[in-house]
């Protein structure tokens, strides 16, 4: 396996960082999380645009262009013979002496790796998963993918001690945001498909984005509207999206069932959309 860390292909048990760079002492930096089917990227252009909008929301000048970014990522699938499974991307501010303040003159460094994997088995999915509650203690601005991700892994490590397999994070009025690594989902009494808005509160997922397009397309109605965890509670159904997983079913919240118990008809039908999307994409 080979990664890339600023500008060059080299052994992944070798690739390293200086000590001093501000991802490393600051978690000044952004990542992406970018799915490879057949050997391609999925929706590149989708997590292009929101690194982008990241890095101008940090400050961070973008260390390659696009053209260069698309190389790269061909380069490393090809080097790591990737055909299904997942590029990690990440940028930081650089290395200097430790300040806060930004520095002057630091070119931003750039670290990808990759490696094959096929994402959740075929049965988590035909049986759903488990999902529990937990205060949402991020910061404001969950829209910037962050390296920062304590919370996140709190809420997570919770989730698996208590044997769930994602946790359901909540505002202090009761709202779910999303989810500790995906976006969250609900489907109403009228059948209504509900998932909080963009903003500053959550992540704009990219795997949502390409959901609510294929659900309005295929007839669904997707409504983008914040639901509290008592909603979720008695909702006919709850699944989270990502990258990773897809599109993934939920059939328990807090230990209270979901619906029948079993995955639900809309979360296998927008999964199945997922998967026709995926095995429709062409390079970049
Ligand atoms: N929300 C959070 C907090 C995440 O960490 C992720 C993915 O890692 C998502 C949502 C889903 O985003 P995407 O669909 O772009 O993978």
Not at 15 to 26: I, K, L, N, P, T
Not at 46 to 56: K, S
Not at 147 to 164: D, R, T
């Given at each position: 396996r080979v990664a890339y860390v600023n500008g060059r292909y080299v052994p992944h048990r070798e690739?390293?960082?200086?000590?001093?760079?501000?991802?490393?002492?600051?978690a000044d930096g952004l990542y992406e999380v970018v799915a490879v089917r057949g050997g391609l990227p999925v929706?590149?252009?989708?997590?292009?645009?929101?690194?982008?909008?990241?890095?101008?929301?940090?400050?961070?000048a973008n260390p390659l262009q696009r053209a260069a970014w698309i190389v790269v990522l061909r380069q490393m699938i090809q080097r790591n013979r990737v055909r299904d499974g997942i590029l990690y991307l990440q940028v930081t501010?650089?290395?200097?002496?430790?300040?806060h303040l930004f520095p002057h003159g630091v070119m931003p460094s750039v670290v990808i790796t990759a490696r094959p994997g096929s994402?959740?088995?075929?049965?988590?999915?035909?049986?759903?998963?488990?999902?529990?509650?937990?205060?949402?203690?991020r910061w404001r601005r969950r829209d910037?993918?962050?390296?920062?991700?304590?919370?996140?892994?709190?809420?997570?490590?919770?989730?698996?001690?208590?044997?769930?397999?994602?946790a359901l994070l909540v505002a202090p009025d009761g709202t779910v945001t999303e989810a500790g690594s995906s976006n969250a989902w609900m489907v109403n009494a009228s059948g209504e498909i509900l998932t909080h808005p963009v903003g500053h509160d959550i992540l704009p997922g990219v795997t949502r984005m390409v959901l609510i397009r294929l659900a309005r397309a295929a007839g669904y109605t997707v409504v983008e509207r914040s639901f509290t965890l008592e909603e979720a509670k008695v909702a006919r159904e709850v699944f989270v999206s990502s990258t990773i997983a897809y599109?993934?079913?939920?059939?328990?919240?807090?230990?209270?069932?979901?619906?029948?118990?079993?995955?639900?008809?809309?979360a296998l039908a927008l999964r199945t959309l997922y998967v026709g999307h995926v095995a429709g994409i062409t390079p970049a």
């Open positions: 690739a390293s960082v200086h000590v001093e760079d501000r991802g490393y002492q600051f929706d590149f252009a989708l997590h292009y645009d929101r690194l982008c909008t990241g890095l101008a929301a940090l400050q961070i501010r650089g290395v200097s002496p430790r300040n994402g959740p088995s075929a049965e988590s999915i035909s049986v759903g998963v488990s999902a529990v509650s937990v205060a949402d203690i910037i993918k962050s390296v920062s991700l304590l919370p996140n892994i709190l809420a997570k490590q919770q989730a698996a001690e208590q044997g769930a397999y994602e599109v993934m079913p939920i059939v328990s919240v807090d230990g209270v069932k979901i619906g029948e118990g079993v995955p639900g008809p809309l």
